[in-house]
């Protein structure tokens, strides 16, 4: 959702911010708009629709030249995708420019207030109030903007990341976050705000991360927190681990095209050093001692999206290796339910960004229960780690595609991992039992490069499907959220209707949607271990295509059974039937990116999604 950028230094701050929110377009958005300060004023430039759209009034009316300066892309949420809408929004007597991402509840009230005032508002968005409220705010506290941000902050509900600037202080930035993202990029003679690091990860690594309800002020050569009560805080330093490069598409048409095909060194560095030499875990990250762990009666997992089905698929690993039982909740849902949590639960929320609002309230829910909260998360000092016990990080390197590709798959590798942690500690499993899955694990990387092979043909078969006017696709066990993946995938990318489901409840309703050629794709287990399994849905790929529906067919090397019922058949190598999803899900991927191709989408930012969801 809404990137936001504050630079203030030695450069010319217009090229610095612009650059940043190209960073961050993949967030999602539908305006821009840049402010600079400069000769006591504040110049300002927004528009509706892309970057590209900023840039063009930018090269026909350019901003003056300034060293200090704010920039947003907007993803609407109050009032309509209009220029006037855009951000920044400056106070009625242009002293201050605001931006902000979130939602400000309680903004009719401060509206009416300010009408009342006489004063008159240039938008229908809930930010502007803030503008001119700081403006009001100023005259009070001797013109100290970041008192001004402290004073007015307290007066808002919701959620809020808000950067201004004051039109005589060309030399200051002040962010405020609550529940919104804002992370601070720490130069040498310049300093940054972005919503994420992308934005100045091309100036600087060091970056510090900002909590809860706190403000910011930066100049060049200074950094000062605050609560918003005014009480000094200490923000965390951190080193961000990747560099500019791993944030660009290196030579893909796409980033989700880059993104799927990085996933084997995903999964290879989110294993690494986590086994010891003898096949062991080690999970010192769980921050729970072995008794703790003990203690634990059930594990709930949280998350949203792609997040949550890699939920689903931990609910089979962590019940078959533990025996705990394991729910798993959309975060949307999860607190209006009353949900039965207490402190000897494991909530496990999973989250690629690390500040999906859904499951950031679920998340804080949970703990009010008493509930400990071990996160899963891609993006390292980002607030559901921080707000959890403790957290795994997935290694896959910044995921900068709308569409989550290598991010699930860390995902996936980091709940088998927490699996048989607990397994290995609680001793449901011996301990060569455990070594062997962690071996087959090792294995998964060069397995996905196998899969990766299948990638033309499987564009190809978008390419033949790409008028189809819906898409189904089942599966069974571990299948089954596979198929949920590959639904949303292509719903996301293509636009198109896809569903995915259980393959033993199309019997139940959803085969009256069969006709004929109608695509659906089978994601078939195993033929080894539970054959059972295996035997069901040959006879579920037998329904369908007698039913004339054209049966694409995602099996096993060597599993001949399902051969003759396949229109398409595409070959995944042997793994075990949990592990699977590692694989299934890699061709799924590459078909929704084709398909989307074809239509002529872009892939990456798919219409109305935003990368980071940080409203509820
Ligand atoms: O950042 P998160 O993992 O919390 O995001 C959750 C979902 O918004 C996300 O997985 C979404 O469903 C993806 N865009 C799907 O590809």
Same mark, same amino acid.
């Given at each position: 959702?809404?990137?936001?950028?504050?630079?203030?230094?030695?450069?010319? @701050? *217009?090229?610095?911010?612009?650059?940043? *929110?190209?960073?961050?377009?993949?967030?999602?958005?539908?305006?821009?708009?840049?402010?600079?300060?400069?000769?006591?004023?504040?110049?300002?430039?927004?528009?509706?629709?892309?970057?590209?759209?900023? $840039?063009?009034?930018?090269?026909?009316?350019?901003?003056?030249?300034?060293?200090?300066?704010?920039?947003?892309?907007?993803?609407?949420?109050?009032?309509?995708?209009?220029?006037?809408?855009?951000?920044?929004?400056?106070?009625?007597?242009?002293?201050?420019?605001?931006?902000?991402?979130?939602?400000?509840?309680?903004?009719?009230?401060?509206?009416?207030?300010?009408?009342?005032?006489?004063?008159?508002?240039?938008?229908?968005?809930?930010?502007?109030?803030?503008?001119?409220?700081?403006?009001?705010?100023?005259?009070?506290?001797?013109?100290?903007?970041?008192?001004?941000?402290?004073?007015?902050?307290?007066?808002?509900?919701?959620?809020?990341?808000?950067?201004?600037?004051?039109?005589?202080?060309?030399?200051?930035?002040?962010?405020?976050?609550?529940?919104?993202?804002?992370?601070?990029?720490?130069?040498?003679? $310049?300093?940054?705000?972005?919503?994420?690091?992308?934005?100045?990860?091309?100036?600087?690594?060091?970056?510090?991360?900002?909590?809860?309800?706190?403000?910011?002020?930066?100049?060049?050569?200074?950094?000062?927190?605050?609560?918003?009560?005014?009480?000094?805080?200490?923000?965390?330093?951190?080193?961000?681990?990747?560099?500019?490069?791993?944030?660009?598409?290196?030579?893909?048409?796409?980033?989700?095209?880059?993104?799927?095909? $990085?996933?084997?060194?995903?999964?290879?560095?989110?294993?690494?050093?986590?086994?010891?030499?003898?096949?062991?875990?080690?999970?010192?990250?769980?921050?729970?001692?072995?008794?703790?762990?003990?203690?634990?009666?059930?594990?709930?997992?949280?998350?949203?999206?792609?997040?949550?089905?890699?939920?689903?698929?931990?609910?089979?690993?962590?019940?078959?290796?533990?025996?705990?039982?394991?729910?798993?909740?959309?975060?949307?849902?999860?607190?209006?339910?009353?949900?039965?949590?207490?402190?000897?639960? *494991?909530?496990?929320?999973?989250?690629?960004?690390?500040?999906?609002?859904?499951?950031?309230?679920?998340?804080?829910? @949970?703990?009010?229960?008493?509930?400990?909260?071990?996160?899963?998360?891609?993006?390292?000092?980002?607030?559901?780690?921080?707000?959890?016990?403790?957290?795994?990080?997935?290694?896959?390197?910044?995921?900068?595609?709308?569409?989550?590709?290598?991010?699930?798959?860390?995902?996936?590798?980091?709940?088998?991992?927490?699996?048989?942690?607990?397994?290995?500690?609680?001793?449901?499993?011996?301990?060569?039992?455990?070594?062997?899955?962690?071996?087959?694990?090792?294995?998964?990387?060069?397995?996905?490069?196998?899969?990766?092979?299948?990638?033309?043909?499987?564009?190809?078969?978008?390419?033949?499907?790409?008028?189809?006017?819906?898409?189904?696709?089942?599966?069974?066990?571990?299948?089954?959220?596979?198929?949920?993946?590959?639904?949303?995938?292509?719903?996301?990318?293509?636009?198109?209707?896809?569903?995915?489901?259980?393959?033993?409840?199309?019997?139940?309703?959803?085969?009256?949607?069969?006709?004929?050629? +109608?695509?659906?794709?089978?994601?078939?287990?195993?033929?080894?271990?539970?054959?059972?399994?295996? $035997?069901?849905?040959?006879?579920?790929?037998?329904?369908?295509?007698?039913?004339?529906?054209?049966?694409?067919?995602?099996?096993?090397?060597?599993?001949?059974?399902?051969?003759?019922?396949?229109?398409?058949?595409?070959?995944?190598?042997?793994?075990?039937? +949990? +592990?699977?999803?590692?694989?299934?899900?890699?061709?799924?991927?590459?078909?929704?990116?084709?398909?989307?191709?074809?239509?002529?989408?872009?892939?990456?930012?798919?219409?109305?999604?935003?990368?980071?969801?940080?409203?509820?």
């Amino acid at each position: 959702m809404c990137g936001i950028v504050g630079y203030v230094g030695e450069k010319q @701050a *217009l090229q610095v911010v612009v650059d940043g *929110l190209r960073r961050m377009e993949y967030r999602g958005y539908d305006s821009a708009g840049v402010a600079v300060v400069a000769d006591g004023r504040l110049d300002v430039r927004k528009k509706a629709g892309k970057l590209a759209n900023l $840039e063009s009034l930018l090269g026909s009316d350019p901003l003056a030249q300034s060293t200090t300066g704010i920039g947003h892309t907007r993803w609407a949420t109050h009032g309509g995708p209009t220029d006037a809408n855009a951000h920044p929004h400056v106070s009625a007597d242009g002293s201050v420019a605001v931006i902000h991402n979130g939602i400000i509840e309680n903004f009719a009230e401060l509206r009416a207030e300010l009408a009342a005032a006489g004063v008159v508002l240039a938008s229908d968005t809930d930010t502007e109030v803030v503008a001119h409220l700081l403006a009001a705010t100023l005259p009070e506290v001797g013109d100290d903007l970041a008192e001004a941000m402290r004073i007015v902050c307290r007066r808002l509900s919701g959620a809020f990341t808000l950067v201004a600037v004051r039109a005589d202080r060309p030399d200051v930035v002040v962010g405020a976050r609550r529940n919104s993202p804002l992370v601070v990029g720490r130069g040498d003679g $310049e300093n940054f705000l972005a919503s994420d690091v992308s934005a100045f990860i091309a100036h600087t690594r060091h970056a510090l991360e900002l909590g809860q309800d706190q403000v910011v002020t930066l100049t060049r050569d200074s950094i000062v927190v605050t609560d918003f009560d005014g009480t000094p805080a200490t923000p965390n330093a951190y080193e961000v681990t990747w560099d500019a490069s791993a944030a660009e598409k290196g030579g893909y048409d796409t980033f989700m095209a880059k993104e799927i095909a $990085e996933q084997p060194k995903a999964v290879a560095d989110t294993l690494l050093g986590r086994i010891d030499v003898d096949g062991r875990l080690a999970l010192d990250e769980m921050r729970m001692t072995d008794g703790e762990l003990r203690e634990v009666d059930k594990v709930v997992v949280i998350a949203c999206g792609t997040a949550y089905h890699a939920g689903l698929v931990a609910k089979y690993a962590l019940e078959h290796w533990t025996r705990l039982p394991c729910e798993v909740e959309l975060a949307s849902e999860f607190r209006y339910r009353d949900p039965v949590i207490d402190r000897r639960t *494991l909530v496990v929320a999973i989250s690629q960004s690390g500040e999906t609002m859904d499951t950031l309230m679920a998340l804080r829910y @949970a703990r009010e229960q008493d509930a400990r909260v071990l996160a899963i998360c891609n993006t390292q000092g980002s607030t559901i780690p921080r707000e959890s016990d403790a957290v795994l990080y997935t290694h896959a390197g910044p995921e900068v595609a709308v569409a989550s590709t290598k991010a699930f798959l860390t995902q996936l590798v980091a709940c088998y991992l927490v699996a048989l942690y607990v397994a290995q500690v609680r001793g449901n499993k011996f301990g060569d039992e455990i070594a062997m899955v962690v071996r087959e694990l090792a294995d998964m990387p060069r397995k996905i490069d196998l899969v990766l092979d299948t990638t033309e043909e499987v564009e190809a078969l978008a390419a033949m499907l790409q008028d189809a006017r819906s898409v189904l696709f089942i599966g069974r066990h571990v299948g089954y959220p596979v198929a949920l993946e590959g639904a949303l995938k292509l719903k996301e990318l293509a636009y198109m209707h896809a569903e995915g489901f259980a393959a033993g409840e199309l019997k139940h309703g959803p085969i009256a949607l069969l006709e004929d050629r +109608l695509p659906v794709i089978v994601v078939v287990p195993s033929p080894r271990g539970r054959s059972v399994l295996h $035997e069901k849905i040959v006879s579920n790929v037998q329904e369908v295509r007698a039913r004339g529906a054209r049966t694409i067919v995602i099996a096993e090397e060597g599993d001949d059974a399902v051969v003759p019922y396949a229109d398409h058949l595409v070959r995944v190598p042997e793994c075990p039937t +949990l +592990l699977q999803p590692l694989l299934a899900a890699v061709p799924l991927q590459v078909f929704a990116c084709a398909m989307a191709t074809a239509k002529g989408h872009d892939v990456d930012q798919p219409r109305n999604l935003a990368k980071s969801v940080t409203v509820e």
